[in-house]
């Protein structure tokens, strides 16, 4: 298992940020990914609009992940309702 991090976009509204947030931990959960740490990182601006949105609610996880998930994950993602854009960023194992 390597370490991650995942970028995460939700819409402004409480609930549905709520719920896709939700929605993301049951996701990596199905996939066997274990969550460290979880950040909300606020409310931005975006550079571009996202589904005619121009700000949204940012949330940094931090997760334990089989790297050969990534690839179901990202299409499990694909149709999470309230997730407008995500990154996985692989860390050092330095650490």
């Known amino acids: 298992m390597r370490k991650y991090e995942l970028m995460t976009i939700f819409p402004l509204d409480e609930e549905k940020s709520t719920k896709g947030r939700e929605a993301v931990r049951n996701v990596l959960a199905s996939f066997g990914a274990e ?8 409310d ?7 589904e005619k949105q121009k700000r949204g609610r940012f949330v940094l996880f931090t997760l334990h992940l089989n790297p050969n998930k990534i ?9 999470t309702p309230n997730l407008m854009r995500y990154l996985f960023v692989r860390l050092d194992d330095k650490e």
Do not use: C, M, Q, W
């Open 44 to 50: 931005r601006d975006l550079t571009y609009e996202i």
């Open 35 to 42: 969550i460290e740490k979880e950040d909300l990182f606020g």
């Open 71 to 79: 690839t179901e994950i990202n299409g499990a993602f694909r149709i």
